[in-house]
């Protein structure tokens, strides 16, 4: 026995960062390193294969402390190991008995708070019997036109310990102000109330567009009832204003652009809080950001730590005291990595982004169920959403490390980098005459479609594949049993339960188009909402004079073009009763084709085209007759290089000649190019082509019509 201390690598050198590089480019054999193995994201950021001390300094961490300025590493010195995070379901079904039971079902199995949106209707200021409303009621959302609508659907909702959070765009205050009714009525106390308003009138114009007032009154009224929440709730349990960058996430943004647009948001309403009268420490706590993840973890746990960082260092610039500083942060799975297709592997994208959310120290987390993409959620995907966090807290207890990234070298970096990035886009908005006037000239849009269709160009090559629609698509994937609610019905239901709260109302609409300053606004719309007072009557009385108006930012799922194909093969096999079909022209024996026949199955299937095989041919006659008897017109030669030089330049001659009209070879065709063209191969499909440039010319040579 010996006290020494074990030195497992005390026989051995140290090894160095320079004498890694030695033996990397020893291996890449001349391939630049920068290229082969240094991957950029497409703020620019050089992301590293191998990070070690010498890209984050060992002493005087600049993250700093859990609870501590920067704030980087969380938000509370206990991070959220003591209770671990609020699990937030969405619920968004128009059905409200349908509602009513996906809520109790959520509070009785593990979720700690209710994120409620209201239906396109309601988002747009009307009630759901309004003829204005016919297309729009049901759709996205909740119809809930009165308080009565509110007090029927939390019926069995215990307010006093769940807390409610509400979306519902342009017209959040008066969703604010019908759930501070409904505390009133069901006798809630000011220090048990619980919620979030999600007042983001930069967000909602950023979204659809317009506002139904002007920018500044817009956000006078946001400042208004921030500014009555915070002395009317003494504990901030209720958070007034959010800041959700989904709007810009979901039409394409950058992680930096999306941080960016969300402080500079944030910049905008410290300044309309402060206008109104509250203190900077106030406003700071009146605000929630709302975040969304995709499904890269190292940028969506850096994200969440470079948003602390930054809003920390802008609360400092402006005054705040250092509690104050620190942000809420909400994330939620983002609906643009969401597939129709293949849904099933949507469960690992939420379970990617869920895990990144937590390890990044997200405050509240929302999943969504895996089927969001293709209309009403299920029973069974929403319980997973909610069992995914469950498992992810439980069992797994992310929560019990505070800021596990931390001292991690790869992510402290990325979290500086990313930061840094995103804060000089953050200046560069500012410049300009910060977010409003950023969004109603355009530029924000302008910059995030640029990065949209650099992501979209490396979605279509397969850089940046997606797996079970442009990598391992599967045509026979069976569809997701999905609800779906009788709308008609529902409106015809409203319009009803709506005749008797206006045949019972006694608000006074005038008190509240009258009131002599905007700051009681929030105190007379909560008192017209209690008296029976509708939404559509508050937004006539509130929304006077002429709206705001900018460029829409339309949302986008990253699956979408790759999903039109299928969609349009499934026309197509529906009106002709087959799928197109491409036959694929194996050369040789089985080990010389089986890689790329198999490479170039999973290349047409992306595009819903079924693959016919071939028999391994070395006669060009035999290929032809194969050929003939597939029913198709299209054809792929798939083989060896080696092969090809022997056989290719025949086979394409004869394929031809039976009456091909769009012949492919798997592989690049280097220097016999010229001879396979002249041969008659119309195009070449390899790892780094134009898959989806190739699959739209396949579907027009195969009469698929585009949808």
């Not at 026995?1 to 020893?26: C, N």
């Not at 959302?141 to 009165?146: A, D, P, Q, R, V």
């Amino acid at each position: 026995m010996t006290d020494d201390p074990l030195r497992l690598a005390g026989d051995f050198p140290p090894a160095t960062h320079a004498d890694w590089m030695a033996m990397v480019e020893k291996a890449l054999d001349g391939a630049p390193f920068d290229k082969k193995l240094v991957a950029r994201t497409l703020d620019g950021l050089a992301v590293q294969p191998l990070y070690t001390r010498e890209h984050w300094p060992a002493e005087g961490d600049p993250s700093g402390m859990p609870g501590a300025m920067p704030f980087t590493r969380a938000a509370r010195p206990l991070g959220q190991a003591q209770s671990g995070w609020d699990i937030r379901q969405c619920h968004a079904n128009p059905d409200p008995a349908a509602t009513r039971s996906a809520i109790a079902e959520d509070l009785e199995n593990g979720v700690t708070s209710l994120l409620l949106r209201l239906d396109r209707a309601g988002r747009a200021g009307l009630d759901a019997d309004a003829d204005a409303a016919a297309d729009l009621f049901g759709r996205d959302g909740l119809s809930l036109s009165s308080v009565a609508d509110w007090d029927a659907l939390l019926a069995d909702v215990d307010l006093t310990r769940v807390p409610i959070a509400v979306q519902a765009g342009a017209r959040a205050p008066l969703a604010a102000a019908m759930l501070t009714a409904l505390w009133c009525q069901r006798g809630v106390k000011e220090e048990q109330a619980r919620g979030a308003f999600h007042i983001d009138p930069l967000g909602a114009l950023a979204e659809t567009g317009r506002l139904p007032t002007g920018v500044d009154d817009a956000l006078s009224l946001m400042a208004a009832v921030a500014h009555n929440a915070a002395r009317t709730f003494p504990t901030g349990a209720v958070v007034a204003v959010s800041v959700d960058s989904a709007a810009y996430y979901d039409a394409g943004a950058s992680e930096a652009q999306d941080l960016a647009c969300a402080m500079a948001t944030g910049v905008a309403y410290l300044r309309a809080m402060e206008a109104a009268g509250m203190s900077l420490d106030d406003a700071c706590r009146q605000i929630q950001f709302s975040l969304s993840l995709g499904t890269d973890q190292y940028l969506s746990i850096a994200k969440l730590r470079a948003a602390r960082l930054m809003w920390a260092r802008i609360a400092e610039a402006c005054g705040a005291s250092e509690p104050a500083r620190a942000a809420r942060l909400h994330a939620i799975t983002a609906a643009r990595v969401l597939t129709r297709r293949d849904p099933w592997v949507n469960l690992l994208r939420s379970t990617m982004a869920c895990f990144s959310a937590a390890v990044g120290g997200a405050n509240a987390i929302t999943v969504l169920p895996h089927d969001a993409a293709l209309g009403q959620p299920t029973a069974a995907s929403r319980r997973i959403a909610r069992n995914t966090q469950l498992i992810l807290q439980e069992e797994s207890q992310l929560n019990r490390v505070i800021d596990p990234a931390g001292g991690s070298w790869a992510l402290e970096r990325l979290t500086e980098e990313l930061a840094g990035s995103a804060w000089a886009l953050f200046q560069d908005i500012e410049k300009g005459g910060g977010m409003a006037a950023a969004l109603t000239s355009g530029r924000i849009a302008e910059q995030i479609a640029t990065v949209r269709e650099a992501r979209r160009a490396d979605i279509g090559k397969r850089k940046a594949p997606i797996t079970g629609i442009s990598e391992f698509p599967n045509l026979g994937e069976p569809s997701p049993d999905l609800a779906h609610p009788d709308l008609g019905a529902l409106r015809d239901a409203a319009g009803t339960a709506l005749a008797r709260v206006r045949a019972e109302a006694t608000a006074d609409l005038g008190a509240v188009s009258g009131a002599p300053a905007v700051a009681d606004l929030p105190t007379a719309i909560a008192t017209a909402a209690i008296k029976g007072a509708t939404l559509g009557g508050l937004d006539g009385a509130v929304a006077a004079g002429g709206g705001a108006e900018s460029v829409p930012l339309p949302s986008h799922r990253l699956a979408e073009d790759f999903e039109a194909l299928r969609d349009a093969a499934d026309a197509h096999q529906a009106a002709h009763g087959a799928r197109p079909r491409v036959f694929l022209a194996t050369l040789g024996p089985l080990a010389q084709h089986t890689a790329r026949a198999t490479y170039t199955r999973n290349f047409v299937e992306a595009g819903g085209i079924e693959a016919v095989p071939g028999a391994g041919f070395t006669d060009p006659e035999a290929c032809a007759a194969g050929f003939r008897d597939s029913g198709t017109t299209a054809a792929v030669l798939c083989s060896s290089d080696a092969v090809y030089g022997a056989h290719a330049v025949a086979m394409a001659e004869a394929l031809k000649a039976a009456g091909c009209t769009r012949l492919l070879l798997a592989g690049r065709p280097g220097e016999k190019k010229a001879d396979y063209e002249a041969a008659g191969i119309d195009g070449f499909i390899y790892v780094g082509c134009d898959v989806l440039g190739t699959l739209r010319g396949l579907h027009a040579d195969l009469g698929v019509t585009s949808r």
